[in-house]
């Protein structure tokens, strides 16, 4: 078991090195694909990054979202719960102003019948009687003053004309016994014995009760945190402005939303001051106030855009150094490659006539020998030999010898033409060609045509004469059967072609016969 275990880990090893290596090659035979592999890589860590990024930011709303909702919720309990027992105190007013003895008793008695000790909390401006006229019938503090009048009130008059107000929240308004102090009332009617109007019970909250709740809540710099009423009159405001208490925000879109449901969270920008917030508000159950937490949208991300700006600067830095690296290695195994190709061109390249060499002449005919025997099309080899190539260059010098073996390689590649044709120089002054899917005749036919080019040319100048060379040319024709090699074509060309320079030269000799030259016809 343990010997077949090792053996599996080997075979894993060897697959592992297999592809690593198949990888490489690859990359290396492809170099655009590390250019467009790294910058895809970088794409990624950038995506990654920014959608990393985009989930940290709404986290970081999420819980600015629910931090404020826990704040509405703290305000709106402490408000709810400060209301109920003023309601209770106020509740017990009533039922003692209904008996026409309590309000009958000496002052100090009818305090104690009248007011609880609730009425003495902090934040409460007094606790009153106030007859059906407006005048003051009692007093908690015992401010009782003949000619002060609140027949104008509005929580007055709302229980003067219904029965049916219950607790009812007046809106901001100036003491008149508190030397103008800023309140709002608490009130509930009190009915006579035969149910008719008979005054109102009265608490008077000082506004401050409302902004010292506010200032315990930490929204930020520009953040803001308020109480307001149901019509939009606003009772307190953190950051806190005297000319704002009072005064109507209905107009305003962000209360326009904030009514229209008992709950919510929404962004908007304030109309006070311009600034994004996000605005968490809820009802304060059985009251007309509503509790809000804004804090503004800038300071909740602030923390994040600091870590945004460290993750995109990173990200950037690590995804261009990726990029660069990934196309500086492209670079470098494009040119690699390029080089590459480079050697091998000139290592199979023939340096003087441009042709291919005898290495590209051994390969392409094998190719093309194992091509045609499964095809069974026949195969042809040209074999081209200069004409007194040895006396050309001792008369007229290296040069010429040169330029002749050009001209004759142009010659041979004017006429051979096919893509599939092979045209080499075989070495020295001798050429081949190698002619798939061709005919003995066919060969011969281009065979014919190339010797006819090459005579048409003058190589040289000698005494204002041109001077030509010839070519003689041995063409092998075969279908390549069982147990013959491509060679056997070869040389059965290049018997060919010592027949044609035994023959005479200039001329073309094929295994199915000779062409006769035409060196010295003169229609030729």
Same mark, same amino acid.
């Given at each position: 078991? $343990?010997?077949?275990?090792?053996? !599996?880990?080997?075979?894993?090893?060897? #697959?592992?090195?297999?592809?690593? +290596?198949?990888?490489?090659?690859?990359?290396?035979?492809?170099?655009?694909?590390?250019?467009? #592999?790294?910058?895809?890589? $970088?794409?990624?860590?950038?995506? !990654?990054?920014?959608?990393?990024?985009?989930?940290?930011? $709404?986290?970081?709303? *999420? %819980?600015?979202?629910?931090?404020?909702?826990?704040?509405?919720?703290?305000?709106?309990?402490?408000?709810?719960?400060?209301?109920?027992?003023?309601?209770?105190?106020?509740?017990?007013?009533?039922?003692?102003?209904? *008996?026409? +003895?309590?309000?009958?008793?000496?002052?100090?008695?009818?305090?104690?019948?009248?007011? *609880?000790?609730?009425?003495?909390?902090?934040?409460?401006?007094?606790?009153?009687?106030?007859?059906?006229?407006?005048?003051?019938?009692?007093?908690?503090?015992?401010?009782?003053?003949? +000619? /002060?009048?609140?027949?104008?009130?509005?929580?007055?008059?709302?229980?003067?004309?219904?029965?049916?107000?219950?607790?009812?929240?007046?809106?901001?308004?100036?003491?008149?016994?508190?030397?103008?102090?800023?309140?709002?009332?608490? @009130?509930?009617?009190? &009915?006579?014995?035969?149910?008719?109007?008979?005054?109102?019970?009265?608490?008077?909250?000082?506004?401050?009760?409302?902004?010292?709740? !506010?200032?315990?809540?930490?929204?930020?710099?520009?953040?803001?945190?308020?109480?307001?009423?149901?019509?939009?009159?606003?009772?307190?405001?953190?950051?806190?402005?005297?000319?704002?208490?009072?005064?109507?925000?209905?107009?305003?879109? #962000?209360?326009?939303?904030?009514?229209?449901?008992?709950?919510?969270?929404?962004?908007?920008?304030?109309?006070?001051?311009?600034?994004?917030?996000?605005?968490?508000?809820?009802?304060?159950?059985?009251?007309?106030?509503?509790?809000?937490?804004?804090?503004? /949208?800038?300071?909740?991300?602030?923390?994040?855009? %600091?870590?945004?700006?460290?993750?995109?600067?990173?990200?950037?830095?690590?995804?261009?150094?990726?990029?660069?690296?990934?196309?500086?290695?492209?670079?470098? !195994?494009?040119?690699?490659?390029?080089?590459?190709?480079?050697?091998?061109?000139?290592?199979? @390249?023939?340096?003087?006539?441009?042709?291919?060499?005898?290495?590209?002449?051994?390969?392409?005919?094998?190719?093309?020998?194992?091509?045609?025997?499964?095809?069974?099309?026949?195969?042809?080899?040209?074999?081209?030999?200069?004409?007194?190539?040895?006396?050309?260059?001792?008369?007229?010098? %290296?040069?010429?010898?040169?330029?002749?073996?050009?001209?004759?390689?142009?010659?041979?590649?004017?006429?051979?033409?096919?893509?599939?044709?092979?045209?080499?120089?075989?070495?020295?002054?001798?050429? $081949?060609?190698?002619?798939?899917?061709?005919?003995?005749?066919?060969?011969?036919?281009?065979?014919?045509?190339?010797?006819?080019?090459?005579?048409?040319?003058?190589?040289?100048?000698?005494?204002?004469?041109?001077?030509?060379?010839?070519?003689?040319?041995?063409?092998?024709?075969? /279908?390549?059967?069982?147990?013959?090699?491509?060679?056997?074509?070869?040389?059965?060309? &290049?018997?060919?072609?010592?027949?044609?320079?035994?023959?005479?030269?200039?001329?073309?000799?094929?295994?199915?016969?000779?062409?006769?030259?035409?060196?010295? *016809?003169?229609?030729?």
């Amino acid at each position: 078991m $343990a010997r077949q275990t090792l053996s !599996l880990r080997r075979r894993l090893r060897k #697959t592992l090195r297999a592809a690593g +290596a198949g990888v490489t090659r690859y990359v290396g035979n492809h170099p655009l694909v590390a250019g467009m #592999t790294g910058t895809l890589v $970088a794409l990624a860590m950038a995506g !990654l990054t920014l959608l990393t990024l985009g989930m940290g930011r $709404a986290d970081a709303l *999420d %819980h600015a979202r629910q931090t404020s909702q826990n704040l509405v919720s703290i305000i709106s309990s402490d408000l709810e719960r400060n209301v109920e027992i003023y309601d209770l105190s106020l509740q017990s007013i009533v039922d003692g102003a209904r *008996d026409e +003895a309590a309000l009958a008793l000496p002052p100090e008695v009818r305090r104690e019948v009248l007011f *609880d000790r609730a009425t003495t909390a902090a934040y409460l401006g007094g606790a009153y009687v106030i007859g059906p006229n407006g005048e003051v019938l009692a007093s908690q503090n015992d401010d009782v003053h003949a +000619a /002060v009048r609140f027949a104008d009130r509005d929580y007055f008059l709302a229980h003067q004309r219904s029965r049916s107000v219950g607790l009812y929240f007046s809106h901001p308004f100036h003491s008149r016994l508190r030397d103008g102090k800023l309140s709002i009332g608490l @009130t509930r009617r009190i &009915d006579g014995a035969d149910g008719a109007f008979a005054g109102v019970a009265l608490l008077a909250i000082r506004i401050e009760y409302f902004q010292h709740l !506010l200032d315990r809540i930490d929204t930020g710099k520009l953040g803001s945190v308020f109480v307001v009423m149901d019509d939009g009159t606003l009772l307190a405001r953190k950051p806190f402005s005297a000319r704002d208490i009072g005064s109507s925000i209905a107009k305003s879109p #962000t209360f326009e939303l904030m009514s229209a449901r008992d709950a919510g969270t929404y962004e908007a920008v304030s109309a006070m001051d311009g600034v994004r917030r996000m605005y968490t508000y809820a009802r304060v159950p059985g009251t007309p106030l509503i509790a809000a937490v804004a804090p503004a /949208v800038d300071e909740v991300l602030e923390p994040w855009w %600091h870590r945004s700006r460290i993750a995109g600067v990173l990200t950037l830095t690590f995804g261009a150094v990726v990029v660069m690296v990934s196309w500086l290695l492209a670079f470098a !195994l494009r040119d690699k490659l390029r080089a590459q190709a480079a050697l091998m061109r000139l290592a199979a @390249t023939d340096p003087l006539t441009g042709l291919g060499n005898r290495r590209v002449l051994d390969n392409r005919l094998d190719e093309e020998w194992r091509r045609a025997r499964r095809s069974g099309q026949p195969l042809s080899v040209l074999f081209i030999d200069i004409d007194h190539f040895k006396h050309f260059n001792d008369a007229y010098g %290296h040069a010429s010898g040169d330029e002749a073996l050009t001209t004759v390689a142009e010659c041979i590649s004017a006429v051979v033409r096919r893509s599939v044709d092979v045209v080499v120089r075989y070495g020295g002054e001798e050429f $081949a060609v190698v002619l798939p899917e061709t005919s003995a005749e066919g060969a011969l036919s281009v065979a014919e045509k190339i010797r006819r080019k090459v005579q048409g040319r003058h190589v040289v100048q000698s005494h204002g004469e041109g001077v030509t060379v010839t070519v003689s040319v041995g063409c092998a024709t075969g /279908v390549p059967a069982a147990g013959e090699r491509a060679l056997d074509l070869l040389a059965a060309a &290049d018997r060919q072609l010592y027949a044609a320079k035994a023959g005479g030269r200039n001329r073309v000799s094929s295994g199915q016969g000779m062409a006769p030259s035409m060196a010295h *016809d003169p229609s030729a």
